[in-house]
């Protein structure tokens, strides 16, 4: 069983910048589209940036987020981070990575429905 586990969260200035892992022990993520969502204090849960399976070099951003974040995996592929830069107040909430085993699912990763596999969330707060 697939069990999703986020780290790098934590207290920035604006301005600032984090990088969120994404890891399951024990194994490789590259068969995995990987979503990351955000959820803030009283909104709904949305999608954040995506990466298609290894092989197709796919990454996918929310248009809030576009150029200040960065979704890649690591050369072992155990681990698919979130280069967050240029952090704005309107970042902060608890990140979720997601995984499913489906390499089409990548042209709708902003849909969570559909996702087999989900960490507990950390949470970035940007504050001055």
């Known amino acids: 069983q697939l069990q999703l586990v986020e780290s790098g969260g934590g207290l920035v200035q604006p301005g600032g910048s984090l990088r969120l892992a994404c890891s399951a022990s024990g194994f490789t993520l590259e068969n995995y589209v990987i979503g990351w969502f955000r959820q803030a204090p009283g909104k709904e849960r949305e999608g954040v940036s995506c990466i298609g399976i290894d092989s197709s070099g796919v990454t996918k951003y929310a248009d809030s987020v576009k150029g200040r974040f960065f979704i890649f995996r690591n050369n072992t592929k155990t681990t698919v981070y979130l280069q967050m830069i240029s952090l704005k107040p309107a970042d902060t909430a608890v990140y979720f990575c997601?995984?499913?085993?489906?390499?089409?699912?990548?042209?709708?990763?902003?849909?969570?429905?559909?996702?087999?596999?989900w960490g507990q969330g950390t949470q970035v707060s940007v504050s001055s």
């Open positions: 997601a995984a499913i085993r489906w390499s089409d699912y990548v042209s709708r990763c902003f849909g969570e429905a559909g996702y087999d596999y």
